[in-house]
């Protein structure tokens, strides 16, 4: 059999939450069926290209499709007329996009339908592409992979797609992701918040994040609450972001908040290892990676109440209603009252068993070899 893979987002140095979706996918999917073979699509020259042997070929198609109009003109000529060309027998896209033009079967997977709920925090053309192209691309798949519960009613919800040709297949947690000795903790914090204790948000700065309420519930905390406790934001500013510089600017512990740009893996897998806590605030998260990741630290997790996040958090985490910055800080006061945390990180370890990438590989494996 060959199956053409979406492998756009797999950029060596520069992955985010659909980028490691793609890598640890097919990696495992190309293990699994070596007697298959894997063509393996890009917009752009990468380096390093990752090697997986010798039944997968790496094809840059062109335009680079990183605007509406290249997006369209990457999946409906380029894409349409490569796999035609090649008589592939499958096509893997796990950045949630197709190929309106094609034939041949196509597998999806959905992160989110964010642009639905929040339609304003999408530029305009994006959105206008997305309004009309997802829930096209969404009917024409053969199946669809969600990253969570929440995102499979969403889609059923919202489209009236059958619940039969719609998975979840989960994400899982990158294996750098794991506890830390004190010594080593204590080391990183000096680095990160001169030695004291943090709580870690992950990800990036745009409204749907909800970062003005989790800067005022830290004030809130902060001034009910005598403690070195630091509050680090890590993560790209993407739009939007007025708001939380006003609102960081105006913090009287604007001091003790800090911001850190994009790390690589290694670099965030010990900042996560190392906090006190993380919190994810947002409004909806499709999965909620950091939340994840924190399991898999052994660190507490504080999440808003909202779309995935408590399917991804499990019963060990706190949960508050992200409107309401005093909720926020109720939650952090919450836990930093507690004397020990060991309960909480013992349901995380219970909880965290049922995201890896191994059983989303498996997942979608049964399904391919049902094509």
Known sequence: MKIAFNARFIQPGKMEGIGWYSYELVKRLIRQFPQHEFILLHDRRIHPKPEWGPTVQWHILRPPARHPLLWWIWFEWSVKKFLKKNQVD?????????????????????????????????????????????????????????????????????????????????????????PLSEDKKQQIRSQVSQGADYLLYVGAMHPRKNLVNLVKAFDLFKNAQIC???????????????????????????????????????????????????????????????????????????????FSLPEVAGLGALIFNPDDSHAIAEAIRTLFKENDHTRRIDLGRIHREQFNWDQTAEIIARYIEKT
Not at 100 to 116: E, I, K, N, R
């Open 228 to 306: 070195d406790l630091k509050l680090v934001l890590l993560g790209r500013k993407a739009w939007m972001t007025g708001e939380l510089e006003t609102a960081l600017q105006e913090s009287p512990y604007r001091y003790e908040i800090i911001q850190i740009p994009y790390l690589d893996k290694q670099e965030l897998a010990e900042i996560t290892a190392a906090a006190w806590a993380l919190i994810l605030p947002s409004y909806l998260e499709g999965f909620g990676v950091p939340v994840l990741e924190a399991l898999y630290c052994d660190v507490p997790v504080l999440v808003s109440d909202r």
């Open 90 to 178: 499958l096509f893997i896209s796990p950045d949630g996009y197709a190929c309106l033009g094609t034939g041949v079967p196509q597998y999806l997977v959905c992160h989110d339908l964010a642009y639905l709920h929040y339609p304003k925090q999408v530029a305009f053309f994006v959105r206008k592409y997305y309004q009309y192209f997802v829930p096209k691309q969404l009917k024409k798949a053969k199946l669809i992979f969600a990253v969570s519960e929440a995102t499979k009613q969403d889609i059923i919800q919202q489209f009236g797609i059958s619940t039969e040709r719609i998975v979840v297949a989960f994400n899982g947690c990158k294996e750098e992701f794991k």
